[in-house]
């Protein structure tokens, strides 16, 4: 993409309007625009990190099993109300009526719109277990909506639901989706921290919640800060190993890590050694459920198990917050200069300065180099543009990817350009032919 063509409508000034950095950065960086308070447009910049965070949790999703559907954001009062939460849910919902004064709502979660999809084809225990996930906007009419797309009132949601025969089955899917949330939030550069939770208006008897440690987080955590040591992908488990799965999760979960709900201030200071208390804030990227048969013994998904006898299905649900991610990301990862993508969510994988638009030597060798990237499979931004190389530094840097490439009169001059590591701001030069292989 060339820069001079891209709608990227960065700003120089800090907008008042955001109190925390990731806000902020995602302003600056023109990757959202809002349109009412807790609702958002994505503009390109920040749609292909949503859409890659999207990416990464579906890879995670589809490698443990379940399977992706489409369930719609508008759903009828009426299943609510078969699950008795039409009137419990509160003011969150977004109470709709159609031209017919059908009372409609905008779906904050789907347990009941997928409960009700179950059990009008499935029958027997002989087909399970599933699990079915979707990827789709949600609506809570959220009493303070702040901190930009972290706390919405429309925001993306991964929601999983699973359903088995008996709890020994529903707690292996739990057990799934656990590891398979681990494993998401490291391929996201984040280090979320699953901890015991209660489980709220969802109900149920067995809940974690996924955190990443953060000051601006709106969770109050308490854990061992062993846990950021651990890395869940050096750690082959396969799904199907039942014990393996349980055994591994065990481990994992055996150190202090609890919400303030389940926090026990006498176990966190016996169990937890000096200088390894983190006792702060967090953000919630994640929560899972085991509610057993809470929607299904309502709403009658009933299966046959192997004696014969008709029971309601054992059932968990999964969420994922995708867009609070975006931000949840760059509160963990930034610097004074802006966003620090990690590369497998970040924009484009390579920005490629040219420092004297308009030069024929240089423009020469930054189109053969955006080629030549391309052509091994990098996405490339190219600031093209007649502008200040101090302006394209500071934008640069702002919108965090990866690598920049920085092609100048001078280094053309020699055959070379120079490559910068955002993270560390290391910088080296590598002759200009040799940079596509070098990336690669
Ligand atoms: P919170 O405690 O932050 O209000 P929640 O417990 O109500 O969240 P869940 O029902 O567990 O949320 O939803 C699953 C995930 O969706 C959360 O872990 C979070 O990452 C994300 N999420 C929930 N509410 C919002 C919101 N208002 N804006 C953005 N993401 C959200
Ligand atoms: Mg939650």
Redesign the pocket.
């Known amino acids: 993409m060339r820069l001079s063509q891209y709608f990227m409508p960065t700003l120089k000034e800090t907008p008042a309007e955001a109190q925390i950095v990731s806000h902020r950065l995602m302003l600056r960086a023109g990757m959202v625009r809002q349109s009412s308070a807790?609702i958002y447009s994505w503009l390109p910049l920040g749609l292909r990190v949503l859409k890659r965070i999207e990416q990464v949790v579906r890879e995670e999703q589809d490698a443990s099993g379940a399977q992706e559907v489409l369930m719609p954001t508008i759903q009828p009062a009426d299943l609510w109300r078969e699950s008795g939460r039409y009137d419990d849910y509160g003011k969150e919902m977004l109470r709709i009526k159609d031209r017919h004064e059908r009372d409609m709502l905008y779906g904050?979660?789907n347990e009941e719109q997928i409960t009700e999809i179950f059990r009008s084809y499935v029958r027997s225990y002989r087909e399970l277990p599933k699990n079915l996930y979707h990827i789709q906007w949600?609506f809570?009419d959220?009493q303070r909506?702040r901190f930009g797309?972290?706390?919405?009132?429309?925001?993306?949601?991964k929601?999983a639901y699973s359903f088995d025969v008996d709890e020994a089955g529903a707690r292996h899917a739990y057990n799934k989706m656990f590891w398979a949330y681990l494993r998401t939030y490291q391929r996201l550069g984040l280090q979320a921290i699953p901890m015991r939770?209660a489980t709220?208006?969802?109900g149920g008897n067995l809940s974690h919640?996924?955190i990443i440690l953060a000051e601006t987080g709106?969770?109050s955590v308490f854990c061992d800060t062993e846990y950021l040591k651990t890395d869940f992908l050096a750690t082959p488990v396969a799904y199907d190993d039942v014990k393996g799965l349980a055994k591994a999760i065990e481990g994992f979960v055996a150190r202090y890590a609890a919400t303030d709900e389940q926090h026990d201030e006498k176990r966190f200071a016996a169990e937890v050694p000096d200088g390894r208390r983190y006792q702060g804030k967090g953000?919630?990227?994640?929560?899972i459920?085991y509610f057993g048969t809470k929607y299904s013994a309502p709403m009658k998904a009933l299966v046959s198990d192997p004696a014969g006898n008709m029971v309601p299905v054992h059932m968990g649900s999964y969420?994922?917050?995708?867009?609070?991610?975006a931000?949840?990301i760059i509160e963990a990862s930034h610097d004074k200069d802006g966003i620090i993508w990690p590369a497998s969510v970040s924009p484009f994988d390579v920005g490629l300065i040219n420092l004297k638009s308009g030069d024929a030597k240089v423009d020469a060798v930054c189109a053969d180099l955006y080629g030549k990237l391309r052509q091994a499979g990098k996405q490339v931004l190219y600031d093209d543009r007649d502008e200040r190389a101090g302006a394209k530094f500071a934008d640069m840097d702002l919108i965090g990817l990866p690598w920049q490439v920085i092609v100048g009169p001078k280094g053309v001059a020699a055959g070379k350009v120079e490559l910068k590591r955002r993270a560390t701001g290391q910088r080296e030069e590598i002759p200009a032919e040799a940079l596509a292989q070098h990336l690669r």
């Open positions: 807790g904050p979660t949600k809570r959220e909506p797309v972290m706390r919405g009132r429309e925001f993306l949601m929601d939770a709220g208006p969802i919640e996924f709106e969770s953000i919630e990227v994640g929560h459920f969420g994922i917050g995708v867009s609070r991610l931000g949840a």
